[in-house]
């Protein structure tokens, strides 16, 4: 007799039996999340507080070691889950993530506030310098014991409980936040009942907005759905002002409808925990607390640097804005500019001065050729690596694709997946993540997924990339090196476990391959006919990408100005208007131009209150400064070789955080970066 109840066993519980422990989608249930996870907490917990009361003096490996081999079940099932409710989310893993989100945050907690464990990473910490260990293992210690004192370690008892209450309560925020705005951003779609209103967009964009309406079962009619940006991509082809300005309003007010997905409350209170998080452990706000760790250090050294580039930028905004109002007024429209016609005029701007428009492009960019001739190609030429497609690793999405990657002797060396079409249920934006972490004390191998959010084609078209997506394709990728060849003992030190204003410097620098003469002539052919794309229009898109510099760092520098203000504020005075405090913050800062909108209002600000980027989006102008910096050292050294390549992979790319970064910079740059390739290379300096 068969036993039909035999208990199914959940995969988490065991590391998954696939090539590189890439998780076994085939099996996982929404339903095996919560209790991997709670069994996760408990596995965790009991693990650290074996460290933490074993009788045995105090050493370097059965305190620091012993923590990073601790947590790999919640380590396992959290980055599947985190991935999942990123990228292919449901009502079921929201209402999970809601959950565990303050369980984890008091899991943390009882690890940090753990006086005993507390004691002996102290004896440990006190010893360092005389334990004879590596460097790496060196840097383990004084990363891990600077985490443990930031997350308050050494306050009272009565203060610990207070900051765990606040730790719990930010990250049920964050969660909410998140929620909200993925379903405000999804009802804040623009709904299109005349066809006529949709003047100037391509017959692919009218088939994908009728297709989106169908989705959604509305009916014979057409949905221009959002980006996580303020600005739309679509507002560049609207013809009707009354759309784009439609358009433009959906995106600007899409979380503050006085509905059930406003996120003004959330932000309030949001911000006023950070800050009273921060008093707790000695700060005098949460920015201060937040770039402690951080290669700017302090607000002050991150604001010098912002400031410092915002009368260039706004300047050059300045005049083109200037030129677009000229085209305007030849036209004899009689209106002034406004933030909504700034990029169709902008691209008609952009026409008259170098004759170039998006579907000019497109066609000489399909995502396919452009990733495996493109991005593919760069990374092979550059650091010897190879990626083959393979078929039999199971997936969570149909348009999600798996490759093998291969080191330049033939090892193997990791698992890639891409998931780049847009969907309701993913959030805005492009990522990269693993799956399984790069550590030789776990004996584990990178398991890297890309996320991104192109417009998926109709059946059986193309998908062409507009040449902003191709940069983002450069861009995750960058990442992806990063986590690919990392070669750590530790897992907490390991590929992009740097700080955020170093983990942007990879990706940014890989964007720079993207129009290297050979990469770029290797992979823009025409979909169609195989052609290269002729030289003039290159040259085109060369010029035209020195165009519109102005708006694109002063709406950059708006955002991250917004966010530093947020988090400088201090503890015990809650804000009472979301539109108000942010008013006063661009124009404290001189970056309130009316036709120039931050990136994100705070309102819609994922990164800031959502994910990890609080006081801390000014890291991508901050490694931008850095990436093109490295770009002019390569380009010192002879450009796009091997040789380059390799010393980069070994002295930058490969050392995760086991070193000071700005050591490791410093040591292969040869100096300190210099701000100078920046500001030439976004136009704002001769």
Not at 176 to 185: D, G, N, P, V, Y
Not at 271 to 276: G, H, I, M, S, T
Not at 444 to 462: H, L, S
């Amino acid at each position: 007799m068969h036993n039909h109840h035999l208990q199914r066993q959940n995969p988490f519980y065991q590391p998954s039996p696939l090539p590189f422990q890439a998780p076994p989608f085939n099996l996982i249930q929404e339903s095996d999340y919560s209790p991997a996870i709670d069994e996760g907490i408990g596995l965790y917990l009991a693990e650290v507080d074996q460290i933490a009361t074993q009788s045995d003096e105090p050493t370097f490996d059965n305190t620091y070691v012993a923590l990073e081999r601790s947590g790999v079940m919640l380590k396992r099932v959290s980055s599947v889950f985190g991935a999942m409710t990123s990228a292919n989310t449901s009502a079921t893993l929201q209402r999970i993530d809601e959950e565990q989100s303050p369980k984890l945050a008091a899991m943390k907690d009882a690890i940090t506030f753990n006086a005993r464990l507390f004691s002996r990473l102290q004896q440990v910490y006190d010893q360092r310098e005389s334990l004879g260990i590596s460097a790496e293992s060196l840097r383990l210690i004084e990363v891990t014991y600077q985490g443990f004192v930031l997350a308050g370690a050494r306050l009272s008892d009565a203060q610990k409980q207070k900051l765990s209450a606040l730790n719990q309560e930010a990250a049920s925020l964050s969660t909410r936040f998140s929620h909200q705005l993925l379903e405000a951003t999804k009802q804040g779609a623009l709904l299109i009942d005349d066809i006529t209103l949709l003047d100037g967009l391509s017959t692919q964009e009218i088939a994908a907005a009728r297709q989106a309406a169908n989705e959604r079962n509305l009916g014979d009619r057409w949905l221009l759905a959002l980006q996580n940006t303020t600005l739309q991509p679509q507002l560049q082809n609207l013809e009707r002002r009354a759309t784009r300005e439609a358009l433009f309003n959906a995106s600007l007010s899409r979380a503050e409808k006085g509905d059930g997905n406003d996120t003004r409350s959330i932000i309030i209170r949001l911000a006023q925990v950070r800050a009273e998080q921060a008093g707790l452990l000695g700060f005098s706000d949460y920015a201060s607390w937040a770039l402690r760790d951080q290669m700017a250090k302090t607000p002050a050294a991150a604001l010098d640097f912002m400031t410092r580039i915002v009368p260039a930028a706004t300047a050059r905004a300045g005049q083109e804005a200037a030129d677009i109002q000229a085209v305007i007024d030849s036209r004899q429209e009689g209106f002034t500019l406004a933030a909504w016609d700034w990029q169709f005029y902008a691209d008609r701007v952009r026409k008259m001065k170098y004759d170039l428009n998006d579907a000019q492009i497109r066609p000489y960019f399909e995502l396919d050729r452009v990733l495996e001739q493109g991005v593919f190609y760069a990374a092979g030429l550059l650091y010897g690596i190879e990626l083959k497609p393979r078929s039999d690793i199971p997936v969570y999405h149909a348009d999600v694709r798996v490759y093998d990657v291969f080191d330049k002797d033939g090892t193997p060396l990791a698992l890639f997946y891409t998931d780049y079409f847009q969907r309701d249920n993913k959030g805005g934006g492009a990522w990269m993540g693993n799956f399984v972490d790069q550590s030789h004390l776990l004996g584990t191998r990178p398991v890297i997924y890309n996320v991104a959010n192109f417009a998926k084609p109709a059946p059986g078209q193309p998908a062409l990339l507009s040449w902003d997506d191709v940069v983002t394709l450069f861009h995750e990728f960058g990442h992806t090196l990063h986590g690919l060849f990392a070669d750590q003992a530790y897992p907490s030190l390991s590929g992009t476990s740097t700080p955020r204003d170093f983990v942007e410097f990879p990706s940014q620098f890989n964007e720079h391959w993207a129009d290297e003469p050979r990469v770029f002539a290797h992979y823009a052919r025409h979909y169609q006919t195989g052609e290269p794309m002729p030289s003039e229009l290159l040259a085109k898109i060369e010029k035209a990408s020195r165009f519109n510099k102005g708006y694109d760092m002063t709406e950059l520098l708006a955002a991250a100005l917004l966010d530093m203000r947020w988090h400088m504020l201090a503890a015990g005075v809650a804000e009472k208007s979301v539109e108000e405090f942010e008013a006063a913050a661009l124009a404290e800062y001189q970056v309130n131009l009316p036709y120039v909108p931050p990136r994100y209002r705070s309102s819609y600000f994922q990164h800031i209150w959502g994910g990890g980027y609080a006081a801390g989006y000014y890291a991508y102008l901050w490694t931008e400064m850095l990436a093109d910096d490295a770009f002019a050292a390569f380009t010192e050294q002879g450009g796009l070789t091997a040789r380059n390549g390799q010393r980069f992979r070994d002295e930058v790319l490969s050392k995760g955080n086991s070193r000071d970064l700005a050591g490791v910079y410093k040591d292969w740059r040869g100096k300190e970066p210099d701000i100078a390739p920046m500001l030439i290379n976004r136009g704002l300096q001769q």
